[in-house]
């Protein structure tokens, strides 16, 4: 069965210090893992899609990063707007996508 | 920034209703997607389709209906609401896998259902 855990299940850092959350997973046969960020009482907007191992993407103060079984979001001097719930779903091929349950960031000023 | 709309935004209706969430994209996407989550929790998938009249079942178990009859809408349907369907439904959609493009997924705002 496909699986996505997500690490720490919530973060708090103050602004301008660095760190990373993990996405682990197990698939049979990755497509596609995928990034996104949800603020409170909307929906996930998509940041990244990494396809194979040893990609990187990179957008702003964000880096993702992914191996074979885990995947990294680096946050790079964080500022408060960039506190949110990160989400990391991955897709198996020809099937649909499963998220984890994401990180909650606080980012304090 | 994605092009897909979800109303109402806010529902809260009483033990037995039906409804229908209303769910449209203006992207051409083929691929459209029901998912519910509840506070703090995973997105679990209640239904997707892959185009016009096409429907399929998710992975979790759901007590709704969609149809999928243009493009552009797929709304789902509650025929008698109860207190265990509160919670928040999330509309997304992206092309179709098989074309070899881009997979992500693109989110609406979401439906918060209260059932009392």
């Known amino acids: 069965e496909d699986q996505v855990t997500q690490s720490p299940e919530a973060l708090r850092l103050q602004e301008g210090e660095s760190s990373s959350l993990n996405c682990s997973y197990t698939v049979s046969g990755l497509r596609g893992l995928f990034w996104y960020r949800q603020d409170p009482g909307k929906g996930p907007e998509f940041l990244f899609t990494?396809?194979?191992a040893g990609e990187e993407k990179e957008k702003e103060r964000l880096k993702a990063t992914l191996t074979k079984k885990e995947s990294f979001l680096h946050i790079t001097a964080p500022k408060p707007e960039d506190s949110a719930t990160y989400l990391c779903?991955?897709?198996?091929?020809?099937?649909?996508?499963?998220f984890g349950p994401g990180t909650r960031l606080s980012v304090l000023p | 920034e994605a092009d897909i709309y979800q109303t109402p935004r806010y529902l809260v209706i009483g033990t037995g209703k039906k409804i229908t969430l209303e769910c449209s994209q203006t992207m051409g996407h083929d691929k459209m997607y029901w998912y519910q989550q509840d506070p703090g929790m995973e997105l679990h998938l209640i239904h997707y389709?892959?185009?016009?009249?096409?429907?399929e079942k998710g992975d979790l178990s759901s007590e709704s209906t969609v149809s999928r009859i243009r493009t552009e809408h797929f709304p789902l349907t509650l025929e008698s609401a109860r207190p265990s369907h509160t919670s928040q439904y999330l509309c997304?959609?992206?092309?179709?896998?098989?074309?070899?493009?881009?997979?992500?997924?693109?989110f609406g705002p979401g439906t918060r259902l209260t059932v009392t």
């Open positions: 389709s892959y185009g016009v009249n096409s429907t």
């Open positions: 997304a959609s992206s092309e179709y896998a098989l074309r070899g493009t881009r997979d992500e997924q693109y």
């Open positions: 779903a991955v897709q198996a091929r020809g099937q649909n996508f499963v």
């Open positions: 990494l396809y194979s």
